[in-house]
């Protein structure tokens, strides 16, 4: 499926239809009168909004007639948390959700959610701004695991965490200033956040964690990419929750 959404009607109908976007783009200057009403809709729904210069919407639209917009849609459709805690109870499995906080590269999301499947996880959350969405490089990293593990896109992840914390969730942040992962109890519900490789976990989104864990580093590189490291950390919490006393 077409990850992007050329000209004024094709993204009016597609907002007015529900797709999930992940931003559109608008050539920046003046809007020319036939572009407004979509900016409105588009605002009205919540979407991102960024002015970029002619140039890189033709490179984008790759001789197609964008007419001053161009859209990106999801390759797949978002499903919602309460969807992957609903996967969790149908497997009378206690939830295992792996939280990605921006983390912007869709290689490393696809791979993420790839790794996520396999580590058996019940979905995984990304946030709605500032961060790689389910487009088709994504999708294509995942080699297949979108069609099975659901991914919910939330407007606010400190928000998300407070009520995944209410349906009993503990909530481990992956950064290296926290305890040894060999020490932490990763059993149970749980929800792990992964950072940007670049940022690392945002500031309000670590302090709504309950404890942060590390990866031991014996090495000269004292960092791992981010994909590589959310999957130690998806297997260290599957060693312990099915295979440890």
Known sequence: MDDKIIGRNPVLEAIKAGRSIDKILIKKGKYASNIIPVIKQAKAAGIIIQEVDKAKLDAIAEGGNHQGIIAYVSAYE????????????????????????????????????????????????????????????????????????????????????????????????????????????????????????????????????????????SGEINSLNASVAAGVLMYEAVRQRKYSG
């Open 78 to 217: 978002y499903l919602t948390v309460n969807d992957i805690l609903a996967k969790a109870r149908e497997k009378n499995e206690p939830p295992f959700v792996i939280i990605c906080d921006k983390i912007t590269d869709p290689h490393n999301l696809g791979a993420i959610i790839r790794t996520a499947n396999c580590a058996g996880a019940h979905g995984v959350i990304i946030p709605k701004r500032g961060a790689a969405g389910l487009n088709s490089i994504a999708a294509k990293t995942s080699a297949g695991a979108v069609e099975y593990t659901p991914v919910a896109k939330v407007t606010n992840i400190a928000e998300t965490i407070e009520a995944l914390k209410k349906e009993g969730l503990w909530i481990a942040a992956a950064d290296m200033d926290g305890g040894s992962m060999y020490e932490a109890d990763l059993k149970g519900a749980l929800a792990l956040v992964i950072g940007s490789e670049g940022e690392g976990i945002g500031r309000l989104v670590k302090e709504r964690c309950d404890f942060i864990v590390s990866i031991p580093m």
